[in-house]
Nanobody, 115 residues
Framework: QVQLVESGGGLVQAGGSLKLSCVASGNIFALNGWGWYRQAAGKQRELVARISSSGTTNYAGAVEGRFTISRDNTKKTVFLQMNSLKPEDTAVYYC?????????WGQGTQVTVSA
């Protein structure tokens, strides 16, 4: 069974940093683009950042310059380095990947930024 598992969430003070990881496991023969999304309480899920199979990245305006998405193809892992965190970054963060030509989602990891 192919699945995505996130880790690295937690509680941090404003201005702090966290690094999220998401690893794909199972019988994987194709791994293409990755994305990180987040959903704050009472709001819709939104794109945070994405990275293509060639390494091209895109960021939401609210996080550009503070967050960095990267990938390690040998470890089938995508990362989200989050710096200068703000209370408005508080949300459940989900990774999304195109694995074996199918879209998969992780279970989510909570990030809470205190003022």
């Amino acid at each position: 069974q192919v699945q995505l598992v996130e880790s690295g969430g937690g509680l941090v003070q404003a201005g702090g940093s966290l690094k999220l990881s998401c690893v794909a496991s199972g019988n994987i023969f194709a791994l293409n683009g990755w994305g990180w999304y987040r959903q704050a309480a009472g709001k819709q899920r939104e794109l945070v950042a994405r990275i293509s199979s060639s390494g091209t990245t895109n960021y939401a305006g609210a996080v550009e310059g503070r967050f960095t998405i990267s990938r390690d193809n040998t470890k089938k892992t995508v990362f989200l380095q989050m710096n200068s965190l703000k209370p408005e970054d508080t949300a459940v963060y989900y990774c999304q990947g195109i694995v074996n030509f199918r879209e998969l989602w992780g279970q989510g990891t909570q990030v809470t930024v205190s003022a």
